[in-house]
């Protein structure tokens, strides 16, 4: 395992982080939907016996069961052995003392006394305002003097200014941004990425392969790196890139199976900083046009917008959108957008309540871009 530098903290985490949002779900004896633990935890432990000491989660995630199945995963020593991150949801924080008992809740889920890495979740311009208005900073500072967080983060979802925003309104330790070779001028951005790395601020990379879109190559993509002398796979290029950055300190990778797991550890020890080479990052400049003049919409299939009150299944309808479209399949009734419709999940169920575009990282015009993907697909 590669190690690097977490910017002016003074400690070192492995180039390969465990995201763990991704894992698969099952439903238990009472019909509730779980973390799959006996595919999560042989893939924590074996990522951790393989050198990674970073693990990321969150409140919401897999249903608000993800933290407790990462307890679970870290327990007969394995705690010991990482830094956790898990994030403070701030759609759950209408008052200050919310904050508190959220992180109470937190620790109980993750049973430790102390979490390393406490990020203000998914922030962008209007969550920031008002978790700021509600006392965050003296919220943040009162836990790390408490000692029940080690350092005080956040995760970012929206665009260049809001980052420069935030990032200059406290004294952050880290901050995590949506990051991969194809958002360069999108989110935080590569800009925002070297300003957080000129003051010394690490930064933590998620999606890195843009929530798997990047490890399936459509043929245009293909087509350029079977052209190109050095033969890597999808997911070798985008984390190649990715590491090859110096303000990087860990990317994230999110993986659903042991074989994922696997691949990418030994993706992760072949990269360093500086790794790309002028001929590479001009091939991955045709990569991301190759994408862009293919992609409908830039759904990272998250799921912050479901469950969505009238049970349109808005994370299929997009990637099925984008995918027919990538992979060149017709769009008009295709059967895979009939499957949704059958399962009365399709996109004219919308009643454009708008509960999702509050929530989406990407802000997608979420309710707009559903009228147009049923329209093409119907
Ligand atoms: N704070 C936030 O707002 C936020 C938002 C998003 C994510 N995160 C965190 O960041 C982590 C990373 O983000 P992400 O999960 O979106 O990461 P990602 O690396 O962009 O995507 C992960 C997905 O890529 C596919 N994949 C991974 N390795 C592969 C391999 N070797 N071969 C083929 N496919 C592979 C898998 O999808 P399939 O198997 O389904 O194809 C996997 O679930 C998350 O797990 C979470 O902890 C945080």
């Given at each position: 395992?590669?190690?690097?530098?977490?910017?002016k903290?003074?400690?070192?985490?492995?180039?390969?982080?465990m995201?763990?949002?991704?894992?698969?779900?099952?439903?238990?004896?009472?019909?509730?939907?779980?973390?799959?633990?006996?595919?999560?935890?042989?893939?924590?432990?074996?990522?951790?016996d393989?050198?990674?000491?970073?693990?990321?989660?969150?409140?919401?995630?897999?249903?608000?069961?993800?933290?407790?199945?990462?307890?679970?995963a870290?327990?007969?020593?394995?705690?010991?052995k990482?830094?956790?991150?898990?994030?403070?949801?701030?759609?759950?924080?209408?008052?200050?003392?919310?904050?508190?008992?959220?992180?109470?809740?937190?620790?109980?889920?993750?049973?430790?006394?102390c979490?390393?890495?406490?990020?203000?979740?998914?922030?962008?311009?209007?969550?920031?305002?008002?978790?700021?208005?509600?006392?965050?900073?003296e919220?943040?500072?009162?836990?790390?003097?408490?000692?029940?967080?080690?350092?005080?983060?956040?995760?970012?979802?929206?665009?260049?200014?809001?980052?420069?925003?935030?990032?200059?309104?406290?004294?952050?330790?880290?901050?995590?941004?949506?990051?991969?070779y194809?958002?360069?001028?999108?989110?935080?951005?590569?800009?925002?990425?070297?300003?957080?790395?000129?003051?010394?601020?690490?930064?933590?990379?998620?999606?890195?392969?843009?929530?798997?879109?990047?490890?399936?190559?459509?043929?245009?993509?293909?087509?350029?790196?079977?052209?190109?002398?050095?033969?890597r796979?999808?997911?070798?290029?985008?984390?190649?890139?990715?590491?090859?950055?110096?303000?990087?300190?860990?990317?994230l990778?999110?993986?659903?199976?042991?074989?994922?797991?696997?691949?990418?550890?030994?993706?992760?020890?072949?990269?360093?900083?500086?790794?790309?080479?002028?001929e590479?990052?001009?091939?991955?400049a045709?990569?991301?046009?190759?994408?862009?003049?293919?992609?409908?919409?830039?759904?990272?299939?998250?799921?912050y917008c479901?469950?969505?009150?009238?049970?349109v299944?808005?994370p299929?309808?997009?990637?099925?959108?984008?995918?027919?479209?990538?992979?060149?399949?017709?769009?008009?009734?295709?059967?895979?957008?009939?499957?949704?419709?059958?399962?009365?999940?399709?996109?004219?169920k919308?009643?454009?309540?708008?509960?999702?575009?509050g929530?989406?990282?990407?802000?997608?015009?979420?309710?707009?871009?559903?009228?147009q993907?049923?329209?093409?697909?119907?």
């Amino acid at each position: 395992m590669k190690y690097r530098q977490m910017g002016k903290l003074g400690i070192e985490v492995s180039a390969f982080g465990m995201g763990c949002m991704r894992f698969p779900m099952i439903k238990n004896a009472e019909g509730v939907d779980v973390v799959d633990e006996s595919v999560s935890t042989p893939v924590i432990r074996h990522a951790i016996d393989s050198g990674v000491n970073y693990v990321d989660t969150a409140y919401v995630y897999s249903n608000q069961k993800n933290e407790m199945m990462l307890a679970h995963a870290l327990r007969d020593g394995y705690r010991e052995k990482v830094y956790i991150a898990t994030k403070l949801p701030t759609w759950a924080c209408n008052t200050r003392e919310d904050m508190d008992r959220l992180l109470g809740e937190q620790l109980a889920n993750l049973e430790t006394d102390c979490i390393d890495f406490y990020l203000v979740h998914a922030l962008n311009k209007g969550s920031w305002e008002k978790v700021r208005d509600l006392g965050i900073r003296e919220f943040l500072d009162k836990a790390k003097a408490s000692g029940k967080i080690k350092y005080a983060c956040f995760s970012f979802h929206d665009g260049y200014d809001t980052f420069i925003d935030i990032i200059d309104s406290y004294d952050w330790d880290m901050c995590q941004i949506q990051m991969n070779y194809m958002d360069i001028e999108n989110q935080a951005t590569l800009k925002g990425m070297q300003y957080a790395g000129s003051k010394g601020i690490p930064v933590v990379i998620m999606e890195g392969l843009l929530g798997g879109k990047l490890a399936k190559a459509p043929d245009n993509v293909q087509a350029l790196y079977d052209e190109f002398p050095v033969k890597r796979s999808p997911v070798e290029w985008a984390f190649r890139w990715l590491c090859s950055q110096p303000e990087v300190a860990t990317v994230l990778s999110g993986v659903t199976n042991m074989e994922q797991c696997e691949d990418n550890l030994a993706i992760f020890d072949r990269c360093e900083v500086g790794c790309m080479t002028a001929e590479e990052e001009e091939l991955i400049a045709k990569v991301r046009d190759a994408y862009n003049s293919r992609t409908k919409i830039g759904c990272t299939g998250c799921r912050y917008c479901m469950p969505c009150p009238n049970d349109v299944d808005i994370p299929r309808i997009f990637s099925t959108w984008n995918d027919l479209n990538l992979y060149g399949a017709k769009l008009k009734e295709n059967g895979r957008y009939k499957r949704i419709i059958a399962d009365n999940h399709a996109a004219d169920k919308c009643i454009e309540c708008g509960a999702c575009e509050g929530v989406c990282p990407q802000q997608l015009p979420i309710i707009e871009k559903l009228k147009q993907a049923d329209e093409e697909m119907r």
